[in-house]
């Protein structure tokens, strides 16, 4: 029974099961895994996406007993990865003109980051930010900063997901009673120990092969370049075994014995296969639907790599595959024949190296996720010895009610307090253009006044002048010319 006081939690919420994981980060790079288990959860998770609360928060709440147990500990946090149907990213571009040259400064960089924050649509959230380049001037630059220029333009990659799937998710684990430490994304957290510098830098194409979704994630010069969460899977292969009246769990059984994603010799025959209820199916009818399911698959996966721009020619570390439905035979042979890539790795198991006393842990790789995010965490999520309140910090549901309140009442304030700057901004501007309009008003008068002034002095310049010349003009008509 663990008796440590620092240890790392983490919750994977998979479409077939949810996987809870507690364990100590060696100094030789190695995980000590203290405490395992799983549930499944084809009831309340579809697709990554959360179908049922009520199930779900339960599933959170056995987990977080199971794993205490064994720890022999309270557990304060957790960090839950993120992922599921919907997820995928979005270029955008940020651009800022100076009047004149200038030099690019981080705050600079900050302000374009926050321009680009504020562009996403209110029917998506953006979770991650992942700059692609800056283009100062006519150059392209990873690092701008310092850099003497009267343009700078942001290029970015967003991946972005609804809204729902985030709050879902927090508010399961908040009725569950358990705060959570952070939620990376699972398939970037996944890569960063599956994938070598080598490949990510070279160019890579990173495929995970769930129950019912396939993450493509392309990389190259060590930077994301697309990602995309495609709603197809093992299960779907399982439920298209419906059609022949077999039940899920034998379906998934055959599909590992005897599927094929490409027939290894199409002129040879198979017998049938035998079901548990007595009955026979040809292995020709079980394998079109395998082939069938698995071809729709990698074309997908194929459509994504042609929207990421790059080509197999530009990704020379080819293409690197995980997870259950990646397991399938001659899957290999199709990928090649789709997609062109012969380039191929499959990974089973991480790197990393486990130390643990659970039997079978991760044999199949079931855990990879949530060893990445024990790997990607750096908070300690032990809560004190078990039946200590004065160490759990647990909230209560008074507790959450009156943070809830607090957080309101916060928000409030705020905006009380915006309320009353932008209210002092009218009145000063209506106070500035008021003495704009008195100084004008008074510069008319002033005008008008002067005019009025220049008008009447050259009435009087006339009247004084011209009587006495038509006066003279007179008289000299009059006159005799010897008085001329």
Do not use: W
Not at 436 to 458: D, N, P, T
């Amino acid at each position: 029974m663990a008796k440590t006081e620092n240890f790392i939690v983490a919750i994977d919420l998979g479409s077939s099961k949810v996987t809870g994981i507690a364990g100590v980060k060696e100094p030789d790079g190695a995980i000590n895994v203290l405490a395992f288990t799983q549930e499944p959860s084809e009831s309340f998770i579809h697709k990554g996406r959360v179908q049922n609360v009520d199930k779900l928060t339960q599933c959170i709440r056995n987990m977080k007993a199971d794993l205490e147990k064994t720890l022999d500990k309270a557990i304060s946090q957790v960090y839950v990865g993120l992922g599921g149907l919907g997820m995928h990213t979005v270029g955008n571009s940020v651009s800022k003109n100076f009047p004149e040259k200038v030099v690019i400064t981080q705050s600079m960089i900050d302000e374009v980051l926050d321009i680009n924050l504020n562009s996403c649509p209110g029917d998506r959230e953006i979770l991650d930010v992942i700059p692609q380049e800056y283009k100062v001037g006519a150059q392209l630059q990873l690092d701008p900063v310092g850099v003497l220029t009267d343009r700078l333009e942001g290029r970015f990659l967003n991946v972005v997901v609804s809204p729902e799937l985030r709050q879902q998710i927090e508010n399961c684990f908040r009725s569950a009673g358990i705060k959570i430490a952070d939620m990376p994304i699972t398939e970037q957290v996944l890569a960063d120990i599956v994938l070598s510098d080598s490949e990510k830098r070279s160019g890579c194409v990173f495929v995970d092969m769930g129950a019912e979704t396939t993450t493509v994630a392309v990389y190259k010069n060590n930077i994301l370049r697309h990602l995309a969460v495609i709603p197809l899977g093992g299960a779907n292969i399982n439920r298209d075994f419906l059609s022949l009246q077999v039940d899920y769990d034998e379906a998934e059984e055959l599909k590992l014995k005897y599927g094929s994603a490409r027939f290894a010799n199409v002129d040879t025959e198979h017998a049938p296969i035998a079901l548990k209820d007595g009955r026979y199916i040809k292995y020709e009818e079980f394998s079109n639907l395998v082939e069938a399911r698995m071809e729709e698959i990698i074309l997908n996966i194929e459509h994504q790599i042609s929207l990421s721009k790059y080509n197999r020619n530009q990704l020379i570390g080819g293409m690197i595959i995980t997870g259950g439905a990646s397991q399938i035979q001659n899957i290999e042979k199709a990928i090649t024949e789709f997609t062109k890539f012969d380039k191929l790795r499959f990974v089973r198991n991480i790197r990393t190296t486990l130390r643990t006393k659970l039997a079978d842990f991760n044999r199949n790789g079931s855990c990879n996720a949530a060893i990445a995010l024990i790997e990607s965490g750096d908070q300690n999520c032990c809560g004190g010895d078990l039946g200590d309140p004065t160490k759990s910090i647990f909230p209560t549901e008074e507790e959450i009610k009156q943070q809830q309140e607090e957080e309101r009442r916060k928000q409030e304030e705020e905006e009380r307090r915006l309320e009353m700057e932008r209210q002092a901004e009218i009145e000063l501007q209506q106070e500035q253009e008021a003495e704009k309009s008195k100084r004008e008003r008074r510069g008319g008068a002033m005008r008008s006044m002067r005019s009025f002034f220049s008008r009447i002095a050259s009435l009087v310049s006339d009247e004084d002048t011209s009587p006495l010349d038509t006066q003279k003009d007179s008289q000299n008509e009059n006159a005799t010319p010897n008085q001329k």
